[in-house]
């Protein structure tokens, strides 16, 4: 299979804002189906330094990603209503060999961010609200 030209082209502005700061950064965007899918396989860890934001277009019909990855990856999961971050999971490195695929609904973006970001950012279960920025 052949993979997209790595860093994505698009990038976006997020701001989190958890009651007590604010913080504004840039990250990297997948936003059409196949970068979404692509995600971030075909990387290593050195050039994983920003987090890449899955912006979906239609948050309520399934988009799927391999999640094959060959560091550890944060995944910061944000409630379509309202801009919380109502999940954050922790997807270890893959020690076997093979597509893994994984599927998300519901949510406006999913943030995937090197691990100790969001303690870094102090991101915490719904108390952070997160706005993305046309960049």
Do not use: W
């Not at 990603?65 to 910061?76: A, L, N, P, R, T």
């Not at 309202?82 to 519901?106: A, R």
């Amino acid at each position: 299979m052949k993979h997209l030209a790595i860093p994505f082209q698009d990038s976006i502005e997020l701001t989190f804002d958890n009651r007590t700061r604010k913080k504004s950064l840039v990250c990297e965007l997948a936003s059409t189906e196949i970068e979404i899918f692509q995600s971030l396989c075909y990387r290593n860890a050195k050039d994983f330094k920003t987090p890449l934001v899955l912006l979906f277009k239609n948050p309520l019909i399934q988009s799927l990603s391999m999640i094959g990855y060959k560091f550890d990856v944060e995944q910061i999961f944000v409630n379509i209503e309202t801009g919380v971050v109502n999940k954050i999971y922790t997807i270890y490195k893959s020690k076997q060999s093979g597509l893994f695929i994984q599927g998300y609904s519901e949510f406006s973006m999913v943030i995937l961010a090197p691990v100790g970001f969001c303690n870094k950012y102090s991101i915490e279960i719904l108390k952070t609200k997160i706005n993305a920025h046309s960049k």
